[in-house]
């Protein structure tokens, strides 16, 4: 068994050399997992698996599970994500998945954040594998680690400019509970300019509703 | 500090607390119960002064802001002035990155193939060592160490680090008045616990991993009463609610 101050120090070879998938093989062998998942759960979109940044997981899998878990991991309340990030926890796979016999049926899921992404890191195991929760502990920060170092997974596609000012008070006065007319006689608006902002606020984001804008706001850290 | 002291300090901290994962021998009840915790983690990287600081994270509505939730006894004016130079540096990499952030003076002995990240200081000055912490929306904030005399390894920092993010998520869990418990279980009770949710019998579970059918039931009774439960059914129920188990 590799030590952990081993671990760390040619993790950090790999990252220097950019060997993104060499130092998750390295961190699947630390974690004693058999194949990972990673994946963006703030970039949830249910039209396309751009969401999935790299995984070697059997490809049945990751088109059945990959969308369930993220969307399970976007849906939670914000308060248990954040007691939850950088803490492993264990689910069973679906009887209905077909998985190979020599996969144990239970998987590892760390949630982590690296600078403005909200990251999972899903790891599955051999049948017989033996699964420490507290190496999992180092897994979850070893990864933010190595995955930090690689703009292209943890970098902002949304350009907050995109929002004007007026759009961004507007969508911080709804997360506040407030309704078009009241949020119209608080900055001196009229209504229907209110209701203007906020269509331009969804079709600038891509939500489909008032509440989506806002989560997706509050997710973005905007409001 | 040398790393024998290291060493030292670490084996006396596991034997006073040898059933925690991360020095957190049960939940804290309340905010005091996180400062020996501090002082822990002070000893291992054998630093004059700590602080436990709480960021509000900056938005375009509200810019970001440090705040001292705890700090060690008489560092008040080192913090301020820790804090007066590098607050803007460390908001900003609080955001961009989870890497630990060293400080120290051109030159120093800080070793190689770490993934902190390495700021530079006067000649002179000691070094400081940061620890990020990224829970989400909120429960975001920085465990500060300065002028850190032991001699700096990956696998230490790898677990202040690790006691950072449980401090700062204790600290979370109590402003929400939240229980733990699962966390401080141990792999072998979460093992236990983990069979007996499969059906097996404690008896076979003991031929399984090579204990006696009392070890095993020891551990199942510790893991009840760490979930808070009446019995080991609820402990089960409790631990899969909790994701401990599968």
Partial sequence: ?223 | MAIGAYQDAQNSQERSVERSADGASGGAGSIADLFPRLVTMQRLCGSAAFALLAVQAHTLLKPGQIECAMQSAGSQDRIDKFLLENSEFLLKHLFSSPCPVIFAPQGAAVFNSSPATVVNTEAGSGINLVFPVQLGTMGNGLVVFLDARAMLNNDMLIDLHRKSLTVMREKLRLAFGMTSGSENLNDREIECLQLVGNGMKSEAIGEQLNLSVHTVNAYLGSATTKLNAVNRIQAIAKAIRLGVIA
């Avoid at chain 1, 050399?17 to 990673?38: E, F, N, P, Q, V």
């Avoid at chain 1, 990959?66 to 248990?80: F, H, W």
């Avoid at chain 1, 077909?98 to 403005?116: F, H, K, T, V």
Wanted: proline share 2%; aromatic share 8%; glycine share 6%.
């Fill in chain 1, 1 to 223: 068994m590799i030590a952990r101050g081993a671990f760390i120090h040619e993790l950090e070879a790999q990252r220097n050399r950019g060997h993104l998938d060499g130092g998750m093989d390295l961190i699947c062998t630390y974690a004693g997992a058999k194949s990972y998942l990673l994946a963006r759960t703030d970039l949830y979109s249910d039209r396309n698996h751009d969401f999935v940044l790299t995984s070697n997981w059997p490809f049945n899998l990751v088109r059945k599970y990959g969308a369930t878990l993220v969307d399970g991991e976007a849906r939670t309340s914000e308060v248990r994500r954040c007691l939850q990030a950088f803490e492993p926890s264990f689910r069973e796979i679906d009887a209905s998945v077909d998985l190979s016999p020599e996969y144990a049926r239970r998987m590892c899921l760390i949630p982590y954040n690296a600078g403005q992404a909200r990251m999972l890191l899903a790891l599955l195991f051999d049948k017989d594998a033996s699964v420490s929760h507290d190496r999992m502990r180092d897994v979850a920060l070893a990864t933010a680690y190595h995955t930090s170092q690689f703009p292209e997974l943890v970098s902002n596609n949304y350009a907050l400019s995109d929002l004007t000012v007026r759009e961004v008070e507007c969508l911080s006065w709804i997360g506040e509970g407030k309704t078009s007319d009241e949020i119209a006689l608080i900055i001196g608006i009229s209504r229907n300019t209110v209701n203007n902002y906020i269509t331009s606020i969804m079709n600038k984001t891509g939500a489909k509703t008032r509440s989506e804008a806002v989560a997706f706001a509050v997710r973005q850290r905007i409001i």
